[in-house]
């Protein structure tokens, strides 16, 4: 099943199918796969003015999905660079929300002067999540994120530290749920009931529907409940892409 995807790109589509506007800033090459990508976003109502194509390779993987749900990814970017910040012109956007995945930093620390609130996709850590961590209202990172920042196993005190330097900090943990950290406040949302078949795209879904109801002005215990369904709802499908959740695959969660 040959699909678009990378976090960014798939929270984008995931704001489309849920309403709402979306646009993506990033690379993709003059390939049968950029060419095939584009289309995708054309078809999901996913603005592309920010979209940069080039002669770099569009940059791939392969995700192999296991009995129980799981998967692994294998990836390759080859040569592609990330973008320099003066590469996509941002003059005239009027963003309510920004959701940075930490691919493309440059473009992103471009974007910190803007007054919308400001989300990290924390997926893991590396050079990009590590440069934006602490510069964003919304920390919201993986399991994997939080062991790799803190050294060891130990989600509540990694949540407990990072909400020192950041505003909000949430930490998904897959069937277990989620905890948090905002305002002084805490908390644990247990996970919703599935059946998984790919858990591939899930925390995609789960930080486009965060970016979606922060824009929509939702309460907090709420926003946690949206992106839970729909990164549970993604688990319920095979494919990333093609998991992607609408508003009604979330409240048949939330209202079930």
């Keep these: 099943m040959g699909c678009g995807g990378g976090p960014a790109a798939n929270a984008a589509v995931t704001i489309s199918r ?16 950029g060419h095939a990508h584009h289309q995708e ?4 109502g996913v603005d592309t003015r920010f979209l940069v194509r080039g002669e770099a390779p569009t940059p791939v993987s392969v995700v192999l999905v296991k009995p129980d749900g799981s998967r692994s990814l294998v990836c390759y970017k080859g040569e592609t660079q990330a973008l320099a910040e003066s590469d996509v012109d941002f003059s005239g956007l009027q963003a309510t929300v920004l959701l940075f ?15 919308a609130p400001k989300v990290l996709d924390a997926g893991s ?3 990009g999540t590590e440069s934006l961590m602490f510069h964003v209202d919304y920390l919201v990172g993986s399991e994997k994120f939080a062991r790799q920042w803190l050294g060891e196993d130990d989600p509540e005190r990694a949540v407990r530290l990072l909400s020192e330097r950041s505003p909000a900090v949430v930490i998904t943990l897959g069937e277990r749920g989620l905890i948090w950290r905002k305002a002084g406040e805490s908390g644990h949302l247990p996970a919703f ?8 795209g899930a925390g995609d879904a789960f930080h ?21 369904a729909a990164g549970a709802a993604c688990c319920e499908v ?3 892409r ?11 969660l939330m209202n079930g």
């Design 18 to 33: 849920l309403g709402f506007r979306s646009a993506f800033a990033g690379y993709l090459g003059q390939d049968i796969h």
């Design 41 to 44: 976003f054309l078809c999901e």
């Design 101 to 115: 995945d930490g691919h493309e930093p440059a473009l992103s620390h471009g974007l910190l002067g803007q007054s």
């Design 125 to 127: 850590l590396h050079a």
């Design 193 to 200: 009931s599935v059946s998984s078949v790919d858990s591939t």
């Design 208 to 228: 486009g529907a965060f970016a979606a109801a922060l824009s929509a002005g939702m309460a907090w215990p709420e926003i946690l409940r949206f992106a839970s």
């Design 238 to 240: 095979l494919g990333a």
């Design 242 to 252: 093609p998991g992607l959740p609408n508003s009604a695959d979330i409240a048949r």
